[in-house]
């Protein structure tokens, strides 16, 4: 079973601090994506990679960084944390040969910017 | 790429068999359907994917429409544990490809 795992699984910040989200997957997969989720929206895409030392920005990059330093991890770092920032970010991985296109998501990071 | 239209909510009870259907007019010939379902508290997981006709899994069932502009999929007997967000997106067939997720379909399901 592919495994993503996320930390910190919760996380408070105050505003202007810096962040730093890490993600984990043992699955051997080239690509790596951070999403997050609102309430009323569904997952939007922040950057994604294709291996380590790419990053690629996603639909809705600003306020954010990425650092893939290793096929395994993949970091999301909020330099100047905003309340605007509170959301629930998803790590997710997939395999660049996968004709699914599948997905395997972590179980999530819940971020408030106080 | 394709925008896809969902019901925004559903509601079934325990043994009911479940069509949730998605609109995908613009859908591009290189384009493969995609759904995925979230429950509560943990991140996406992938269901079925198909390209034009039928495709069946241990998990669900999709009919796709013969001009690929409407995709249907079919829960039998759904559980309490089947209550999730559906979301159906549509995008190539490369690892390369993202996976934009909408808002879903709510599906509720009660005893």
């Known amino acids: 079973e592919a495994a993503v795992t996320q930390s910190p699984r919760n996380k408070v910040a105050v505003t202007g601090g810096k962040v730093t989200l890490s993600c984990n997957q043992t699955n051997n997969h080239n690509n790596m994506y951070w999403y997050r989720q609102d309430t009323g929206h569904g997952l939007r895409l922040i950057h994604y990679s294709y291996g380590a030392g790419s990053t690629e920005k996603g639909d809705i990059p600003d306020g954010y960084k990425a650092s893939r330093p290793s096929q395994e991890n993949f970091s999301l770092i909020l330099e100047l944390a905003t309340p605007s920032q509170t959301s629930v970010y998803f790590c997710?991985?997939?395999?660049?040969?996968?004709?699914?296109?599948?997905?395997?998501f972590g179980a999530g990071t819940r971020l408030s910017v106080l | 790429l394709a925008k896809t239209t969902q019901p925004p909510s559903m509601e079934a009870y325990e043994g009911q068999e479940v069509n949730v259907s998605c609109s995908h007019t613009n859908i591009a010939t290189s384009e493969y359907i995609y759904w995925y379902r979230q429950v509560p508290h943990q991140g996406p997981q992938f269901i079925i994917q198909g390209y034009k006709d039928y495709v069946v899994n241990e998990v669900a069932s999709l009919f796709i429409s013969a001009d690929r502009k409407l995709s249907t999929l079919s829960l039998p007997w759904v559980s309490l544990r089947d209550a999730a967000v559906y979301y159906c997106i549509v995008t190539g067939d490369s690892g390369y490809n993202k996976l934009t997720f909408g808002k879903g379909t709510v599906l509720l399901v009660s005893p």
């Open positions: 997710a991985s997939g395999d660049a040969w996968d004709r699914q296109n599948t997905l395997y």
